[in-house]
């Protein structure tokens, strides 16, 4: 309620009863002088009572005004995170917009406000209003002064950021410099201060700290999202995740039957011819003269698989006996080394690669433990069966009898996924029944891989050039080369954030964003369908979502996404939807680049409807990068945003913050 100045009418009246008590004092009075002062009273008061409603009228007006301009100046503070001469204009131009002194004549008015500090504004206003009536009696005035001060009070809230971590994130915000991390001056740096600065606006704006919940969920995303985290803590069962994964990958082909055998010990010897030049001893000594023959050879037994006795031979010395020069003749020594191999088992050696589509077993791999994986292949390697095998199968082997040739690295799956089954549509509106990837709250079926999600594992595909067909190779082409990773950090699900000392971000946050770091391409589409996945209050994560609703009935929902470039799908990368040249999951075969873009922005523009069908308000940030349509069409209406620069960023993520507060009037 607004103050009232009591100071005058207190005067008044004092005046009034000195006057009456004179009139009844005084016994000589007429009843004319009795009639005046009655007269003179009743005008007193009506005229008390007239100044005083006016008084009154200005006083509301003024609280009015009062608390209109520390509203405006706190709404623009949240834009600019400052409250500096822009902001004071702000207010002060509301304040003079919503008091009009013409209506008693004020006169003499003041405004002024200020920052607490603490997020609040605070304001004082103060007029002088000239009296009606009550000048005739020397009260020629009146001063009213009111306070007022409005702040941000935070009911509890959800905030989903879905975070564009792509590559161009090590640039700095004008885009260059992009040859190297810039460190502090990259976007990446920005973008972790500015989350860091979103957290003390929220939660210095909670007044209830006990009643009051916030949380924030977060989805990284690049041509892929990590559901890591999420799964090592069982809120994702591994069963979501299928056990046969068709890849575009490396097949070795092994169908050449040798044998292959135990040799025994070897005895040396040697053997000499007389009578022949320099040149022929050499080639005496590799078994090439006087006649052509192997090296080593069988002299006995054979062939396998029965006992075969080899001999090996090598140069031993040459001495002349006669003749000069290159004619000159003389005895000649080989080394001669003698072994039998026996007991053959029949074997097959490497015959070659093949570069293609196969479906592999990959349950080894589910519960994130290492998993050997072939990388390369010795031209004489051998395995006991005929066949072709996966770089999971075969490393498998090694190690194991007459397995040979193998070259092979650890791998561990980091929770990144493939998405499920989708169908090829350039519209995406209505969604198709069949685009599983886009619905965003079923569960995989037991059983059905069309609804399960598949692994991300990069070692295991590899980039075979520009030919849609098999290739095949006895050695690893040039340009044949298995792809790189392009998961990003972890997703996190819906996690409180400690609001009572808003000045210091909790240590689980700051470690959180110091994670995030710059590497892979832009597919928006898979960032916002995961961003509404994890937060839908009805799909896989909901028991996460709704949370404790008897203590928290009523929670606002926000997705916040920031980007800082186009969406960026290339035909020649391995992403969420797999080798997009070879496998055609959401555009036809031969689609280019710029064509597969308009596929992929279909599909971010169709998960940013279910978001907003969800209950969600998606805010929407380009950092350094100019908004498209399909940006502000994203966005719940009016809250796309452009930031050019770090500072920018960070009064944007302020100014969300307090549009997802709500400005009150504290005072």
Same mark, same amino acid.
């Given at each position: 309620?607004?103050?009232?100045?009591? $100071?005058?009418?207190?005067?008044?009246?004092?005046?009034?009863?000195?006057?009456?008590?004179?009139?009844? &004092? @005084?016994?000589?009075?007429?009843?004319?002088?009795?009639?005046?002062?009655?007269? /003179?009273?009743?005008?007193?008061?009506?005229?008390?009572?007239?100044?005083?409603?006016?008084?009154?009228?200005?006083?509301?007006?003024?609280?009015?005004?009062?608390?209109?301009?520390?509203?405006?100046? &706190?709404?623009?503070?949240?834009?600019?995170?400052?409250?500096?001469?822009?902001?004071?204009?702000?207010?002060?131009?509301?304040?003079?917009?919503?008091?009009?002194?013409?209506?008693?004549?004020?006169?003499?008015?003041?405004?002024?406000?200020?920052?607490?500090?603490?997020?609040?504004?605070?304001?004082?206003?103060?007029?002088?209003?000239?009296?009606?009536?009550?000048?005739? =009696?020397?009260?020629?005035? /009146?001063?009213?002064?009111?306070?007022?001060?409005?702040?941000?009070?935070?009911?509890?809230?959800?905030?989903?950021?879905?975070?564009?971590?792509?590559?161009?994130?090590?640039?700095?915000?004008?885009?260059?410099?992009?040859?190297?991390?810039?460190?502090?001056?990259?976007?990446?740096?920005?973008?972790?201060?500015? /989350?860091?600065?979103?957290?003390?606006?929220? $939660?210095?704006?909670? %007044?209830?700290?006990?009643?009051?919940?916030?949380?924030?969920?977060?989805?990284?995303?690049?041509?892929?999202?990590?559901?890591?985290?999420?799964?090592?803590?069982?809120?994702?069962?591994?069963?979501?995740?299928?056990?046969?994964?068709?890849?575009?990958?490396?097949?070795?082909?092994?169908?050449?039957? /040798?044998?292959?055998?135990?040799?025994?010990?070897?005895?040396?010897?040697?053997?000499?011819?007389?009578?022949?030049?320099?040149?022929?001893?050499?080639?005496?000594?590799?078994?090439?003269?006087?006649?052509?023959?192997?090296?080593?050879?069988?002299?006995?037994?054979?062939?396998?698989?029965?006992?075969?006795?080899?001999?090996?031979?090598?140069?031993?010395?040459?001495?002349?006996?006669?003749?000069?020069?290159?004619?000159?003749?003389?005895?000649?020594?080989?080394?001669?080394?003698?072994?039998?191999? &026996?007991?053959?088992?029949?074997?097959?050696?490497?015959?070659?690669?093949? =570069?293609?589509?196969?479906?592999?077993?990959?349950?080894?791999?589910?519960?994130?433990?290492?998993?050997? %994986?072939?990388?390369?292949?010795?031209?004489?390697?051998?395995?006991?069966?005929?066949?072709?095998?996966?770089?999971?199968?075969?490393?498998?082997?090694?190690?194991?009898?007459?397995?040979?040739?193998?070259?092979?690295?650890?791998?561990?799956?980091?929770?990144?996924?493939?998405?499920?089954?989708?169908?090829?549509?350039?519209?995406?509106?209505?969604?198709?029944?069949?685009?599983?990837?886009?619905?965003? @709250?079923? $569960?995989?079926?037991?059983?059905?891989?069309?609804?399960?999600?598949?692994?991300?594992?990069?070692?295991?595909?590899?980039? !075979?050039?520009?030919?849609?067909?098999?290739?095949?190779?006895?050695?690893?082409?040039?340009?044949?080369?298995?792809?790189?990773?392009?998961?990003?950090?972890?997703?996190?699900?819906?996690?409180?954030?400690?609001?009572?000392?808003?000045?210091?971000?909790?240590?689980?946050?700051?470690?959180?964003?110091?994670?995030?770091?710059?590497?892979?391409?832009?597919?928006?589409?898979?960032?916002?369908?995961?961003? $509404?996945?994890?937060?839908?209050?009805?799909?896989?994560?909901?028991?996460?979502?709704?949370?404790?609703?008897?203590?928290?009935?009523?929670?606002?929902?926000?997705?916040?996404?920031?980007? @800082?470039?186009?969406?960026?799908?290339?035909?020649?990368?391995?992403?969420?939807?797999?080798?997009?040249?070879?496998?055609? !999951?959401?555009?036809?075969?031969?689609?280019?680049?710029?064509?597969?873009?308009?596929?992929?922005?279909?599909?971010?523009?169709?998960?940013?409807?279910?978001?907003?069908?969800?209950?969600?308000?998606?805010?929407?940030?380009?950092?350094?990068?100019?908004?498209?349509?399909?940006?502000?069409?994203?966005?719940?209406?009016? &809250?796309?945003?452009?930031?050019?620069?770090?500072?920018?960023?960070?009064?944007? =993520?302020? =100014?969300?913050?307090?549009?997802?507060?709500?400005?009150?009037?504290?005072?």
């Amino acid at each position: 309620m607004p103050r009232r100045s009591n $100071a005058p009418e207190g005067q008044i009246r004092a005046a009034m009863r000195a006057l009456i008590g004179s009139l009844l &004092r @005084d016994t000589a009075g007429t009843t004319m002088g009795i009639a005046l002062a009655t007269i /003179i009273l009743l005008v007193t008061l009506v005229g008390s009572g007239t100044d005083m409603a006016r008084a009154y009228m200005t006083k509301t007006s003024l609280q009015n005004a009062c608390d209109a301009g520390v509203l405006a100046g &706190r709404k623009a503070m949240a834009t600019s995170g400052t409250y500096g001469t822009s902001e004071t204009a702000k207010a002060n131009k509301m304040f003079n917009f919503n008091f009009n002194p013409l209506a008693t004549n004020s006169q003499n008015i003041t405004f002024n406000t200020s920052s607490s500090g603490t997020g609040a504004i605070s304001g004082t206003a103060s007029t002088q209003m000239p009296t009606v009536i009550m000048g005739i =009696f020397g009260f020629k005035s /009146i001063t009213l002064t009111v306070e007022c001060s409005a702040e941000l009070q935070m009911a509890s809230a959800d905030v989903m950021f879905v975070l564009d971590t792509t590559g161009s994130m090590r640039c700095q915000p004008s885009q260059s410099s992009c040859s190297s991390d810039q460190g502090s001056l990259s976007k990446m740096a920005g973008l972790r201060s500015a /989350i860091l600065d979103f957290y003390k606006t929220v $939660a210095a704006a909670v %007044v209830d700290k006990t009643n009051t919940r916030i949380r924030f969920g977060f989805v990284p995303y690049t041509a892929t999202v990590n559901m890591g985290g999420i799964i090592a803590s069982g809120d994702m069962p591994t069963s979501y995740f299928a056990d046969m994964q068709p890849f575009q990958t490396a097949v070795a082909v092994y169908k050449t039957p /040798i044998y292959v055998g135990t040799t025994g010990p070897a005895t040396a010897t040697t053997q000499t011819l007389t009578g022949i030049t320099s040149s022929q001893c050499t080639n005496y000594g590799n078994n090439t003269y006087p006649t052509t023959g192997s090296n080593p050879a069988t002299v006995a037994g054979g062939p396998p698989p029965a006992d075969t006795t080899w001999a090996t031979y090598s140069y031993g010395s040459w001495t002349r006996t006669s003749g000069s020069g290159s004619s000159s003749i003389g005895t000649c020594v080989r080394n001669v080394s003698t072994a039998t191999t &026996r007991n053959y088992q029949l074997r097959y050696q490497f015959t070659n690669w093949s =570069f293609q589509p196969l479906t592999v077993n990959v349950s080894s791999f589910k519960g994130m433990g290492t998993v050997p %994986v072939v990388t390369n292949i010795a031209s004489n390697s051998t395995v006991p069966n005929e066949g072709t095998y996966d770089m999971v199968a075969l490393a498998a082997l090694n190690g194991t009898t007459g397995v040979t040739g193998l070259t092979t690295t650890n791998t561990q799956w980091d929770g990144c996924i493939e998405e499920r089954q989708t169908v090829q549509n350039l519209a995406m509106n209505p969604v198709p029944s069949g685009a599983k990837d886009l619905d965003i @709250d079923s $569960a995989p079926s037991a059983g059905d891989p069309t609804t399960q999600w598949k692994i991300y594992e990069n070692d295991l595909v590899w980039y !075979r050039g520009t030919g849609l067909g098999t290739r095949t190779a006895t050695s690893i082409p040039s340009g044949v080369v298995r792809e790189s990773s392009q998961c990003p950090p972890r997703a996190m699900l819906f996690t409180e954030v400690d609001t009572t000392t808003p000045t210091v971000a909790p240590t689980w946050l700051t470690n959180y964003v110091n994670t995030l770091v710059p590497a892979g391409s832009t597919y928006h589409d898979i960032g916002m369908i995961w961003g $509404a996945r994890l937060a839908s209050p009805t799909g896989i994560f909901q028991s996460n979502v709704n949370a404790d609703p008897v203590k928290y009935p009523s929670v606002s929902r926000h997705i916040i996404f920031m980007t @800082d470039g186009d969406m960026a799908p290339t035909i020649d990368s391995y992403s969420a939807y797999g080798e997009e040249m070879y496998d055609n !999951r959401v555009a036809p075969s031969g689609t280019n680049n710029s064509t597969l873009t308009n596929y992929h922005n279909n599909r971010f523009l169709a998960a940013c409807t279910r978001a907003k069908n969800a209950g969600y308000t998606v805010w929407l940030i380009g950092f350094g990068t100019t908004l498209t349509t399909q940006m502000t069409t994203c966005a719940t209406a009016g &809250r796309a945003y452009f930031a050019g620069d770090t500072t920018t960023l960070n009064n944007t =993520f302020k =100014f969300i913050a307090g549009q997802v507060a709500d400005l009150r009037i504290n005072k």
